[in-house]
């Protein structure tokens, strides 16, 4: 998502907290710039979908030695607003962007309850998290100028100041999984990342963003499962990834990772494979996701639902990135 990327087709691993440790997701990263990835991203997560998971490393504190260790463009997808001051937020954010110039983008969300019911405070309905969330975009970006800022509203800020500012700003990039999300977003954000949909619904979302005046690159984060064995490669979707196949507001509201492996016990293949591209032929799986960025995404971020990556970024390395990066998908 950085600025100069436009007109190329980038493809991105994405480092998943809430599934992997910490340490193995740095080398997972590492390893990828060597197979050819040109890009990351990573979740920001307090608790895991599932039990199963059993990881939610912080991912500002592996932030800095991703991209201390790789030449990685990289982003993260934060919830300002509850479990994040957005002061905080700014700052965290120009340090990294001031520390590793051009290479950092954070993409600002409403957030899930299983990660801002820590604070104690009441979860909002939609309206409410989303008219909190401009809120916190206008104090990044206020901060982010080198203004002092004051704020009384949905949250509040006392006279802050952020004092080690970039030469540029980080990107703020607006999260959608709906159009009427990527519509609103168009009025602040500096580009647009959402998750793969059916192909009717992405393409709807692409344009809904771009029609409400939408700038900067489109980007698609790709939910798969590759194994050498089919069998093995629905399975691994299955026992990692089936908590995450239920529409908003059942994602959004659910509280905890023991509610989300209740709710997802009984959820059949099909679903998962609704959510997760399922398969061990790496041509077909490439067809697929090379489909799905000829929508208009100049950036592709892969994200195995595995929780082991070496494997995965070590094929997909050198039989898919080289297809669908370069001059672009269609080509």
Not at 41 to 69: I, K, N, V, Y
Not at 80 to 108: D, E, K
Not at 273 to 281: A, E, N, Q
Not at 302 to 319: I, K, P, R
Request: proline share 6%; charged share 20%; aromatic share 6%.
């Amino acid at each position: 998502m950085p600025v100069g990327m436009s007109g190329m087709t980038t493809i991105g691993l994405h480092a998943s907290h809430e599934q992997v440790h910490p340490t193995a997701l740095l080398s997972a990263v590492q390893r990828a710039q060597e197979a050819g990835f040109g890009a990351a991203m990573c979740s920001d997560h307090f608790a895991p979908w599932s039990e199963r998971q059993g990881h939610s490393g912080f991912a500002w504190s592996w932030l800095g030695a991703a991209l201390a260790t790789t030449d990685l463009p990289m982003g993260v997808v934060n919830a300002p607003g509850q479990r994040y001051h957005p002061a905080i937020v700014a700052q965290a954010s120009a340090t990294l962007a001031a520390m590793f110039p051009g290479r950092f983008w954070v993409a600002l969300g409403s957030g899930e309850n299983a990660n801002e019911h820590i604070t104690g405070d009441r979860w909002p309905d939609k309206a409410a998290r989303d008219a909190r969330l401009r809120e916190c975009v206008e104090v990044i970006r206020a901060l982010h100028a080198g203004e002092e800022v004051t704020h009384h509203g949905l949250v509040t800020v006392d006279r802050a100041r952020v004092w080690t500012l970039p030469e540029v700003p980080p990107l703020l990039i607006g999260p959608a999984v709906s159009v009427e999300t990527a519509r609103a977003h168009a009025a602040w954000a500096d580009g647009l990342i959402t998750t793969n949909q059916p192909i009717e619904k992405l393409r709807a979302i692409a344009a809904a963003y771009r029609d409400a005046g939408g700038r900067g690159d489109l980007a698609l984060q790709v939910h798969l499962s590759w194994a050498p064995d089919e069998q093995a490669a629905m399975a691994i979707a299955r026992d990692q990834w089936r908590t995450n196949t239920f529409a908003p507001p059942v994602c959004w509201d659910v509280d905890s990772p023991e509610a989300f492996d209740i709710i997802g016990e009984h959820v059949p293949d099909s679903q998962v494979r609704g959510t997760v591209l399922v398969g061990s032929d790496v041509g077909r799986l490439a067809d697929q996701i090379a489909e799905l960025a000829d929508v208009g995404f100049e950036q592709v971020y892969l994200h195995h639902v595995g929780q082991h990556l070496e494997e995965f970024v070590d094929v997909f390395g050198e039989h898919v990135v080289p297809r669908l990066s370069g001059a672009g998908v269609a080509a």
